[in-house]
């Protein structure tokens, strides 16, 4: 959340089980901005979405795999990779 934004509240109504998961894992005065990151990521997703389409199966195996290439190439470079079969 930016400071010195202006916020106002609102009612929501949440599956009760998820949020008081979310308010033990995070504490009661970050639950607000916790929920307020998440709309943000779902606003920023949905417009991506709208600009670009959706995101498609074959686009996720995509970047885990490039997240996995790079996540080695990092852990090589730091000496903690195993060594990688060929595929």
Known sequence: ???????????????E?????????????????YVTRAIERQREHDLLEGEYGPVTDADLAAAEAERRDEQWFEEQE????????AA
């Open 17 to 33: 089980e998820r949020a008081e998961e979310i308010r033990t894992e995070v504490g009661p005065g970050a639950f607000s901005a």
């Open 78 to 85: 730091a000496g903690t990779a195993p060594h990688r079969k």
């Open 1 to 15: 959340m930016v400071r010195g934004t202006a916020t106002k509240k609102y009612t929501v109504t949440l599956p």
